[in-house]
């Protein structure tokens, strides 16, 4: 359910802009909820996404990734850490 979930988020969320992307809170969770970064890596791989960077934690509780996309380009993912799912990419 929580890959589904993760999916539909991806495919939700790819149109999100740089100003939507700066303001993006993507949990409240405690961090003992939040995914462990390889497999979020191993998500995003599953998702198209390749030459994945360090995936960090940032002041807005995201997960924040650089990547490319399937069309090439490079890309900054904002990440909520508790399902992988896609918040916000510029």
């Known amino acids: 359910m929580r890959l589904s979930m993760a999916v539909l ?3 939700g969320m790819t149109l999100a802009g740089a100003a939507h992307a700066a303001s993006v809170q993507c949990t409240s969770a405690d961090k003992s909820k939040w995914l462990p ?3 979020v890596k191993a998500m995003l791989e599953e998702h ?3 030459n994945i960077g ?3 934690p ?3 509780n995201c997960y924040v990734a650089q ?3 399937n069309t090439g380009a ?3 993912l ?3 850490p508790t399902d992988g799912a896609l918040m916000a990419m510029e």
């Open 9 to 11: 988020a991806f495919l």
């Open 37 to 39: 970064t390889p497999q």
């Open 48 to 50: 198209g996404f390749s």
């Open 54 to 56: 360090a995936i960090k």
């Open 58 to 60: 940032n002041d807005r």
């Open 67 to 69: 990547a490319v996309d």
């Open 74 to 76: 490079k890309r900054t």
């Open 78 to 80: 904002y990440l909520d």
